[in-house]
């Protein structure tokens, strides 16, 4: 066998390593872009050559690659105290950045579950429903509502709440209970296309619809992202969440607020509910927590569904072995503290009408179709026909999302993501430390890509 230190990284990677949510075959070549280093809104390759980080890792860094206090602060950490778990026993950090968290978050949701993923977090909102409902004398509550084409996670209990279906066709069956009611994108509205607002009417009322179809006394929770993801940043219409959380109310249902990519920042407020006025009965969070310096998530829950485990012998029977790791915990605390210091929030706040507007000069380009989103997470959709919206075939899809824009966009210098998991889009998410310089970066790549996909049609 060749040792790896006659290889090259690349070659060494085709043999052994099993990348996430890629193409095996696409290593086979032993030519996969190797990325060494980051430094504040770019990244490198092996070569040397420079990237603009378009996406902040995979929407997670937030305050920008290369931050030595992040650093400084896991190797403090780790030479005090690297690990210790919080089973029946606790350790500062965790405690320090659960009461911060608490602080931030809207309400009465003061209790945090560490868990060291997104999927991990959801996965935890699920289970802890369903005890919660057992608790409170109404069994029969375990199902779940949640979105088309909205990605929550991978385990099997989030994966069941995912909508995406090719993401679940290979794992099928999954867990039972999950239902699936419309997105709110508003580009592609089935009903009300001519009225935002009576469209998030109609895509709120859906959700109760699903309850009662269902059962209202069979339902314990509704998973919804402030901006949906999967499909392309769709975000809500006026009024929709208020709607849903009478809705819920009306039926004794939770409403779980979904926000591994949506809170600590990128849509300018710690939270995405915050951002758009409601109030969640527990939030998932992850990635932009600690700016991805090192793994951690939460759920953040509300005093009300504690209160059942606060009496006798009453236990929460879940966990994680690196669920709330001092190491992490210790990053999450400097990373916040970078968040207050150079204001990242109002940064977004005060930028992301920009961001908006320099994606928007696109619309000249035939093949862009809609622009959409909030703060600094956005969608650019691609259509093979601006007037009637019509969308890629399947095959157009292979041939010009995957097999050009995607490498012709990463050899141009800017990383970011193509998706179609829904209809064709570019996403756009990048450290919140990027201003106009960076925008127009990003506009300039897409255009010189686009212009020439343009063509391909």
Excluded at 121 to 150: M, N
């Amino acid at each position: 066998m060749t040792s790896t230190a006659q290889r090259s990284v690349s070659e060494s990677a085709a043999a052994h390593l099993w990348p996430h949510f890629s193409r095996l075959s696409a290593f086979a070549t032993g030519s996969v872009p190797v990325i060494t280093r980051g430094e504040g809104a770019h990244i490198f390759d092996e070569n040397g050559k420079r990237y603009l980080d378009g996406l902040a890792g995979l929407f997670v860094v937030q305050a920008g690659h290369g931050r030595r206090e992040l650093a400084a602060a896991a190797a403090a950490q780790a030479s005090e105290l690297a690990y210790f778990p919080l089973w029946s026993h606790v350790h500062p950090k965790a405690v320090e950045l659960a009461e911060r968290i608490a602080h931030e978050a809207p309400g009465d949701l003061n209790r945090v579950f560490f868990t060291t993923s997104g999927s991990e977090a959801v996965e935890t909102a699920w289970k802890l429903a369903k005890q919660y409902f057992k608790l409170a004398g109404k069994p029969g509550k375990h199902k779940v509502i949640s979105r088309t084409t909205a990605y929550h996670g991978t385990t099997h209990g989030a994966l069941s709440i995912t909508g995406v279906q090719p993401y679940r066709a290979p794992f099928e069956p999954l867990v039972p209970g999950a239902h699936k009611v419309p997105t709110t994108n508003f580009y592609r509205a089935p009903e009300h296309a001519d009225d935002l607002e009576a469209f998030g009417v109609w895509a709120a009322d859906q959700i109760e619809t699903a309850i009662v179809a269902e059962g209202p006394d069979t339902v314990a929770a509704v998973f919804l992202e402030p901006v949906q993801n999967s499909g392309g940043c769709f975000t809500p219409p006026p009024g929709y969440f208020a709607r849903v959380r009478a809705i819920c109310d009306r039926h004794d249902v939770l409403l779980v607020s979904d926000e591994v990519i949506c809170a600590w920042g990128r849509l300018g407020h710690a939270f995405g509910a915050t951002r758009f006025g409601y109030q969640p009965d527990i939030i998932t969070c992850a990635k932009g927590l600690t700016s991805g310096y090192s793994p951690l998530g939460a759920a953040i829950i509300s005093d009300r569904l504690a209160e059942p485990f606060l009496h006798g012998d009453a236990t929460f029977l879940h966990g994680y072995t690196f669920g709330g790791h001092p190491v992490s915990c210790a990053v999450a605390l400097a990373n916040l503290d970078i968040f207050d210091r150079e204001d990242l929030y109002g940064r977004v706040r005060d930028n992301a009408a920009a961001l908006r507007s320099t994606l928007e000069r696109l619309h000249d380009l035939p093949i862009v179709g809609d622009v959409r989103g909030d703060g600094y997470f956005l969608a650019v959709e691609l259509v093979k026909d601006k007037a009637t919206k019509e969308s890629f075939t399947d095959e157009e899809s292979e041939r010009i999302l995957r097999g050009y824009v995607s490498t012709a966009l990463f050899d141009g210098g800017l990383y970011c993501r193509t998706d179609d998991r829904g209809d064709p889009v570019i996403q756009i998410s990048p450290p919140l430390i990027c201003g106009q310089p960076e925008f127009d970066e990003i506009e300039s790549v897409l255009r010189e890509v686009l212009t020439k996909a343009v063509g391909m049609l």
